[in-house]
């Protein structure tokens, strides 16, 4: 995977590996198979580009989108490819159960598909990018079809992200949600759960802030058993702000420009955004 700083989506992509491993496992794969992800955390494209490849486990995408490979096949394996901005684990594992199955038949579905830009200034200058790709129809069926028995088995299973070794805040996953659980020696309580989310952070192992997008988060504690209020900082940014715990204030500052700053007074579930 290729990205630029500590999004859901790394986990995202570990879980996916582990899945698409036991999935393999259960379809009798014996040979390599690689997932590439490359995450457009910039969104520099308005199109996710999705190619499923046989006979090439080789890396590609990460030299570049250009329709010249970087590096020759080494005609062996099959590989899951994704150029995007965001995953869906259950999605990406159908994608891999339908490369295993028909990969006899997948080089048929590989197109010449364009990319086209999001940045103003990119739309105006630049044509849009000449890529190869599976056909989005195809992968439109895949991503809408129901899940196999073998899929919905495995997703069944509880996935630990973060782990405590006798307290604070632990993360896992399963059957395409997150859950927040706050660990007390051998007692776990359910904090929140959720499909998806931008990034958290941890300004101490007992409390996350839980971002849903670049300005947005819930304060989760393990007190916090009440319907979780939704908060808005103004120091967020495509990049993971930073934090400084102060007992029940939470400093909240820009990744780069440190003079932004907000903070998060944790008992209140309030937001500090200007300063006298």
Not at 110 to 138: F, S, W
Not at 217 to 239: E, H, I, Q, R, W
Request: charged share 25%; aromatic share 12%.
């Amino acid at each position: 995977m290729k990205t630029g700083f500590n999004y859901s989506e790394i986990d995202k992509i570990q879980i996916i590996g582990q899945l698409s491993e036991k999935l393999a496992s259960r379809l009798q794969y014996q040979d390599t198979l690689l997932i590439e992800y490359i995450h457009d955390y910039t969104d520099n494209f308005k199109d996710n580009l999705y190619l499923l490849e046989p006979n090439n486990s080789n890396y590609k995408l990460a030299y570049g989108l250009n329709l010249e490979d970087p590096i020759p096949s080494n005609h062996q394996g099959l590989s899951v490819r994704i150029y995007a901005d965001s995953v869906d684990i259950v999605k990406i594992l159908h994608l891999v159960e339908y490369s295993i199955l028909n990969h006899q038949n997948l080089s048929k579905q590989i197109i010449k598909t364009t990319m086209g830009y999001n940045v103003y200034e990119d739309k105006v200058l630049l044509e849009p990018l000449v890529v190869i790709a599976t056909n989005e129809k195809l992968i439109e069926v895949i991503f809408n079809a129901e899940s196999s028995k073998s899929i919905k088995d495995i997703i069944s299973e509880r996935i630990p992200i973060i782990l405590r070794k006798h307290y604070g805040m632990e993360i896992y996953w399963s059957n395409n949600t997150f859950f927040f659980e706050y660990k007390n020696y051998e007692k776990r309580t359910p904090v929140y759960e959720i499909k998806d989310y931008y990034y958290h952070l941890f300004p101490n192992q007992n409390f996350a802030l839980l971002f849903i997008d670049e300005q947005s988060f819930y304060y989760l504690d393990d007190s916090n058993n009440s319907p979780k209020k939704l908060m808005t900082c103004t120091v967020g940014s495509n990049a993971p702000i930073r934090t400084m715990n102060f007992g029940d204030k939470v400093l909240l500052q820009h990744w780069r420009d440190l003079s932004r700053i907000n903070m998060l007074l944790t008992k209140k579930n309030k937001v500090i955004t200007k300063f006298e």
